[in-house]
C-alpha cells in the first residue's frame, strides 16, 4: 500500500538524482520544511514533464470524483497498477497525468501483540526512491474539481509480503522519466509500471517509533526515522 512517508529532500536534490542535466538555478529554493511523516490531505511534492523539461508542483495527495466530494467521502491515495491503467476511475490520470513523487522511503504497519507496529523502508543505498503516481491536476488550466494524486501501487513480493501485500510502484531514474513524459505511449508506460519496479532485494526496512502512527504535521523530525529499541 503507501499511507505515509517520508519526503525530506529539496527539489534540487530530487531534481539533480532523476536528471543530472537540470539547471542548478531553476531548482534552488522553494523548498518546505523537510517532511518526515507526510500523510493523506497534504501537500506533495511531485515531479512531471512540460515540453520535455523536467518541473515540480505540489499537489494534495488524495483525489476523489465531484460526486464523492459532494458524499463527503474520503479520498483515494493509492491506485493498482491494473485499475489505474484500465479502470474508468484513474484510466484517464494515467493517459493525461503521470508523475513522479520523489522521497526518502515509505511506512508500513504490522500488527504486533494486538498494537499497530510502523516500519520504515527505503533504498539499501542512499538514493531516493521515484514512486509512480498519478493526477487529474492540469498545468495552465482553470480547474472547478477538486485537484490531487494518488501514488500508483502493485502486489509485493520476497520478504516485504511479510510487511504488507501492496507497496508503491518504485521506478529508477530513466524509467522514471519515461513513466513522466506524456509522449511516451501508453502501452510503454503500463509495461514500465508492470515490469520495472525497483526489486524487493534494493531494499531494506526496520521498525521505528509508534509515534509515527499519530498523522500530525507537527508530529514531524528525523527522530522518526530511527530504528525503535528493541523490546
Not at 34 to 51: C, E, I, R, T
Not at 55 to 74: F, L, V
Not at 177 to 191: K, N
Not at 214 to 226: I, K, S, T, Y
Request: aromatic fraction near 10%.
Amino acid at each position: 500500500m503507501c499511507g505515509r512517508f517520508e519526503q525530506s529532500g529539496t527539489r534540487k536534490y530530487y531534481a539533480r538524482h532523476i536528471d543530472p542535466d537540470a539547471p542548478s538555478r531553476e531548482w534552488v529554493g522553494g523548498d518546505t520544511i523537510p517532511q518526515y511523516n507526510v500523510s493523506p490531505g497534504q501537500a506533495l511534492l511531485v515531479l512531471h514533464m512540460l515540453d520535455g523539461t523536467l518541473h515540480s508542483d505540489r499537489i494534495t495527495w488524495g483525489y476523489r470524483t465531484p460526486q464523492e466530494a459532494a458524499e463527503k467521502k474520503k479520498p483515494w491515495i493509492n491506485a493498482r497498477i491494473e485499475k489505474a491503467l484500465t479502470g474508468r476511475y484513474f484510466r484517464h490520470m494515467f493517459r493525461e497525468g503521470r508523475v513522479i513523487i520523489p522521497a526518502g522511503g515509505w511506512y508500513e504497519w504490522t500488527v504486533e501483540n494486538g498494537k499497530k507496529q510502523p516500519w520504515y523502508i527505503t533504498r539499501n543505498v542512499d538514493k531516493p526512491i521515484f514512486m509512480a503516481g498519478v493526477t487529474n491536476f492540469r498545468l495552465y488550466s482553470q480547474q472547478a474539481v477538486e485537484v490531487g494524486c494518488v501514488i500508483v501501487t502493485e502486489d509485493s513480493g520476497g520478504s516485504m509480503v511479510d510487511i504488507h501485500d501492496r507497496r508503491p510502484v518504485v521506478l529508477g531514474p530513466d524509467d522514471a522519466f519515461r513513466w513522466m513524459d506524456l509522449e511516451t505511449p501508453v502501452e510503454e508506460a503500463a509495461h514500465i509500471a508492470q515490469s520495472r519496479s525497483l526489486p524487493t532485494e534494493e531494499f531494506m526496512w526496520w521498525r521505528v517509533s509508534t509515534q509515527v502512527n499519530r498523522a500530525d504535521p507537527a508530529n514531524n523530525g528525523r527522530h522518526l526515522l530511527e530504528p525503535a529499541p528493541l523490546s
